[in-house]
């Protein structure tokens, strides 16, 4: 990685966590505010859904291309509820990240367990699959049979992976806790109760709608979620310069400014998902609420010195971003790998 030096980059923030103590208290008058603008939108947007479904479905269509991004907007309120930082008291966290689960049909103490684990091994190859999209090495993908090699491909073809892809991550994937040992072992019943409440809601709510109208504006707002949401996923840990390094090499601070990205977008798509492209902030310290993110950016340059800036346009080059290099210290493509094996 070119202009990367590990040991200047761990000298200039050896003081980080004294750099971020501020921006790690969590501000009650904008958790409620966000609540309140984030959940009135999509609520708003959802009951016109309905009203509009019986003069098309474009309408419905349409609609949901702003009201999926609202309800990421939520799930970004659910994720901070998950670090314990969207509120000061642990008890609102849980009170408000169960409710925004609900809408976002994502189980929440269980995706909370999951997704802290990735935090805290982010960049290290063995764990590449927890809590984020699976990226093999160029070794491991070598060692795969031809049926698992196009398994793989297909699974990280944007075709799938930013259409029916994140549906499935969404609707189907999180129904099971696939993880059931360690710090997983008090969470993974929770999935299991988690559907049967969501079971009894949707069929309440579809009996107070109607079945058809219910499920028609729910399933299109929940694949539109499901594309965003996966390609932020993608995005902030798959580009062709991402830091991963085996366990024993492994470094949380590096990991943090090197192996997530500053993904730089307009205000408004700030607002609509949360900041969550603050990524290499949020890495250092998940105990930054999202509204914190961006002034805690502003006010230490020597952050962006390092991390991966991104802008909108440059990000759509990540689809190329298939295996990683550990030779070589970069996420490579399939094609430049086939070149590789046949010369």
Known sequence: MSGFNKAELLEELKDWHVMLSKYQVPDTKKAVIQVVNSYGIFIALWILQFYLYSHSIFWVIGLAIL???LLGRIFIIQHDCGHKSFFRSRSANDIIGTISSFFTFIPYKYWAANHNFHHAHNGQIEHSGVGDIECLTVEQYSKLKLIDKIKYRIYRHP??????????YVAIYNRFAFLKEGVFAKVKNSVKWANIFYAIIYVGLGFL????DFFVVQLVNLFFFGTYALWFFYIQHQYETVYKSSKENWNYVVSALKGSTYYDLPFFLHWLTGNIGYHHIHHLSPAIP?????ACNEAFPV???YTNKVTFWQGFSSVFANLYDADAGRMISFGEYSKRKYM
């Not at 999202?290 to 961006?294: D, E, R, S, V």
């Open 67 to 69: 009201n999926g991004f």
């Open 159 to 168: 075709l799938y992976l930013f259409t029916i892809g994140g549906f499935f």
């Open 209 to 212: 709608i109607g079945f058809e």
């Open 290 to 294: 999202n509204y914190n993110l961006k």
């Open 303 to 305: 952050f962006e010195k």
